[in-house]
């Protein structure tokens, strides 16, 4: 693959800014970070169902981009209450399964919807 293609994924949350869901240069893919809204534009008051939907959104990205879980090199998190930690491992761990990848987890006072309690951003690299 040549060249950098941006991708606004189809079903996915909106962007609520200037950029879009996925961005592959090369081998490496970037995807913006995903809160937890559901299709109906609902957001779950549960943060372990907030982290499900957002990672059900990076795996979107992702396939749409080429790659998979597997492919993931590191994610950041972002929590508004960093002992939810324990809360959203859980999809964590289904989600990734075997293939951990490098992590941050940053707390925040905010993100971009008032219900958002977890926002969660991934690179992937695929060989």
Request: charged share 15%.
């Amino acid at each position: 693959m040549t060249g950098i293609q941006r991708l606004i994924v189809e079903g996915q949350l909106t962007p609520v800014s200037h950029y879009c869901h996925v961005v592959r240069a090369g081998n490496t893919i970037w995807v913006s970070g995903a809160i937890g809204v559901a299709p109906d534009g609902s957001v779950p008051a549960d943060v372990g169902q907030q982290a499900e939907i957002a990672l059900a959104s990076i795996d979107a990205c992702l396939k749409a981009a080429g790659a998979g879980p597997e492919h993931v090199v590191k994610v950041n998190v972002y929590l508004t209450d960093v002992a939810d930690r324990t809360k959203i491992n859980p999809a964590r761990q289904r989600y990734f399964g075997e293939h951990r990848p490098a992590s941050t987890l940053v707390g925040v006072t905010a993100l971009v919807l008032a219900e958002a309690k977890v926002e969660i951003e991934a690179t992937a690299v695929v060989p």
